[in-house]
């Protein structure tokens, strides 16, 4: 398992003035004939923020049927990654698989891609993008920082199907009363917080010293809600805009976070209209909003409008003390112009 979490197709290596800088941008919702905004977008996004990384954060594409489609997609929108030989990677969202292609078969195209790093991770467990980014010290070689990469999955369905979940009156894993939203999307499996876990561990031995992270995934955890309902005591900031949509059933990986230590930031997209962050038992749980112009559900009526929330996350690092990284918000407005096709 470590020789595979410490595989990289490109390696990450903080620069020599001890920075490293990663974009995140979520919910593409890349369609047939997708609208051109969204690669002028990130193209003069990556130009002015110059990112070591780039994180697509699940539901990059919608409604994508075939393997020349989502080829011919994914150049369009990575052309200026892999024309600057950025490195890129990627999880899924609940979208991406729900036309022609299944993940297995989207996988194989995404690696194809030169400076994606992305790996398909263990086939033991729960999902497909189950993964470790390791980045190095720019003097020893040394692990300094980790972005783990989790498949959120799709509906609780499959979670109904596969335990033979059952309940009185028809109803399943989500009742007429519930924890949370009571919205029908999966929850992240215990084997795939086991990998976590036991990777992190073996990473503390090899590295001999624990390993600050963040860890993206596209659909929020429930704790994910205790920073708008608690704006004060979590220190949020950003813009609570909708309703967090997010499993019915808990999981588990937060605590597990905690316990282990070392995830300082847990980041989801999925919601498209929500920009905020702040902090519970120490760990930063936050929002990219969605950066997609054939997104639904965006607020306001004029593309400038509804660009108040568009735009993607950034993050940067210091490597002498990672841990305490900084992050913020851009709105693709600020870039293009978001009137114009």
């Known amino acids: 398992m470590l020789s595979e979490n410490l595989y990289l197709k490109r390696p990450l290596v903080f620069r020599a003035d001890g920075s490293f800088k990663i974009m995140l941008f979520s919910d593409l919702h890349g369609v047939p004939n997708h609208d051109p905004r969204l690669k002028r977008g990130i193209t003069e996004m990556v130009k002015a923020q110059k990112p070591d990384l780039v994180f697509l954060n699940g539901d990059q594409m919608y409604g994508l049927e075939t393997v020349e489609q989502v080829k011919n997609y994914l150049t369009d929108i990575t052309e200026v990654l892999e024309k600057n030989q950025i490195p890129w990677a990627h999880v899924y969202g609940n979208h991406d698989s729900e036309a022609g292609l299944c993940k297995e078969e989207q996988q194989k195209i995404y690696e194809s891609f030169d400076y994606c790093i992305s790996k398909r991770g263990p086939v033991d467990i729960h999902g497909v993008g ?22 959120s999955l799709q509906y609780i369905n499959a979670y109904d199907e596969e335990f033979n979940v059952s309940a009185t009156n028809g109803y399943r894993s989500v009742l ?18 086991m990998w976590y876990y036991n990777s992190s561990k073996e990473f503390e031995v090899y590295n001999k010293a624990k390993i600050p992270a963040l860890m993206f995934f596209h659909i929020a955890i429930p704790e994910h809600m205790l920073i708008y309902m608690n704006p004060v005591e979590t220190a949020m900031n950003g813009a609570f805009n909708e309703n967090v949509c997010c499993p019915e059933l808990n999981s588990g990986l937060f605590s597990a976070a905690v316990q282990r230590g070392d995830v300082r930031g847990i980041y989801v997209g999925h919601d498209h209209n929500n920009t905020y962050d702040g902090i519970y038992c120490g760990v930063h749980l936050g929002f990219d909003s969605a950066m997609g112009f054939n997104s639904y559900g965006m607020s306001g009526e004029t593309q400038t409008e509804q660009s108040s929330c568009r735009g993607c996350r950034v993050f940067e690092l210091n490597e002498q003390n990672p841990a305490d990284y900084k992050t913020y918000m851009l709105r693709v407005v600020d870039f293009i112009d978001v009137e114009r096709i």
């Open 130 to 151: 189950n993964f470790v980014l390791p980045i190095k010290s720019s003097k020893d070689g040394t692990i300094k920082f980790n972005i783990w990469g989790i498949d």
């Open 176 to 193: 007429p009363k519930h924890f949370s939203n009571g919205t029908y999307y999966d929850t992240i499996r215990f084997d795939q917080i």
